[in-house]
Nanobody, 128 residues
Framework: QVQLVESGGGLVQAGGSLRLSCAASGGTFSNYAMGWFRQAPGKEREFVATITNRGGRTYYTDSVKGRFTISRDNAKNTVYLQMNSLKPEDTAVYYC?????????????????????WGQGTQVTVSS
C-alpha cells in the first residue's frame, strides 16, 4: 500500500510561482509512474502532468506546457510540480497519484483509471 502526501499549495497572485511536493511511502517509489491531476470546483478531475518511473520522460497537458515542470527524486521518494506563470484558471485542488509500472522504458499514463494510489490533495488558488 502506497501513501501519498502533497504539500506546497497556497494562495498566489497571477504570474507567480508555486512548487508542489508529493512524498511517497509504503512502496518502492521507482516502481511507479507518478502523475499530477487537478480538480476545480464544479469540474471533473483532469490530468496535468506525468513522469516515468525512472524520471527519463515527461508528458503535460497542453494548457500547462512551458509553465509547469514535473520532476522526481527517487532517492527521496518525492515527486514535484514546479508551477510558473500561474493563471487564475489554474486554481484547483491538486492531487498526486502513483501508477504501478516496472517497465524499463517507463509509461506516461494520463488517465485517472491508470493510477492505483492518490494523495489527499492540496489547494492552489491564483488570484487575478
Amino acid at each position: 500500500q502506497v501513501q501519498l502526501v502533497e504539500s506546497g499549495g497556497g494562495l498566489v497572485q497571477a504570474g507567480g510561482s508555486l512548487r508542489l511536493s508529493c512524498a511517497a511511502s509504503g512502496g518502492t517509489f521507482s516502481n511507479y509512474a507518478m502523475g499530477w491531476f487537478r480538480q476545480a470546483p464544479g469540474k471533473e478531475r483532469e490530468f496535468v502532468a506525468t513522469i516515468t518511473n525512472r524520471g527519463g520522460r515527461t508528458y503535460y497537458t497542453d494548457s500547462v506546457k512551458g509553465r509547469f515542470t514535473i520532476s522526481r527524486d527517487n532517492a527521496k521518494n518525492t515527486v514535484y510540480l514546479q508551477m510558473n506563470s500561474l493563471k487564475p484558471e489554474d486554481t484547483a485542488v491538486y492531487y498526486c497519484a502513483a501508477a504501478a509500472d516496472r517497465s524499463p522504458n517507463g509509461l506516461l499514463p494520463s488517465r485517472n483509471i491508470s493510477y492505483n494510489y492518490w494523495g489527499q490533495g492540496t489547494q492552489v488558488t491564483v488570484s487575478s
